[in-house]
């Protein structure tokens, strides 16, 4: 089983930075890649971001794009995600998740990652 743990949450200010940190451990696992959803209270899981490992490749929601910077760091099996002026909107749990093999389904899906973190409790105040 592999572990994911998130980190970097925090209660901030509407134009503040925020810097997200997962780190994937456990047994031997390929790590094809990681992203970044959300979910606000009463709302569906959203994709932020996701990046692909071996080539650092970036996927973003379109809403994410130029305020979002994901990245990753291959020794240390672990992904960020740079997020700057936040809005209130942005208020949500974060969730880590890996994508242990390739798969066919998109990178936005969530039910194309085989493993998930407790996630990390970003709030925006106005």
């Known amino acids: 089983q592999v572990q994911l743990v998130e980190s970097g949450g925090g209660l901030v200010q509407a134009g503040d930075s925020l810097r997200l940190s997962c780190t994937a451990s456990g047994r031997t696992f390929v790590n094809y890649a990681m992203a970044w959803f959300r979910q606000a209270p009463g709302q569906e899981r959203e994709f932020v971001a996701a990046?692909?490992?071996?080539?650092?490749?970036?996927y973003y929601a379109d809403s994410m794009k130029g305020r979002f910077t994901i990245s990753r760091d291959n020794a240390k099996n672990t992904v960020y995600l740079q997020m700057n002026s936040l809005k209130p909107e942005d208020t949500a749990v974060y969730y880590c998740a890996l994508r242990a093999r390739p798969m066919i389904t998109s990178m936005s899906a969530y039910t194309g990652y085989t493993d998930w973190g407790q996630g990390t409790q970003v709030t925006v105040s106005s």
């Open positions: 990046i692909r490992f071996a080539t650092a490749s970036t």
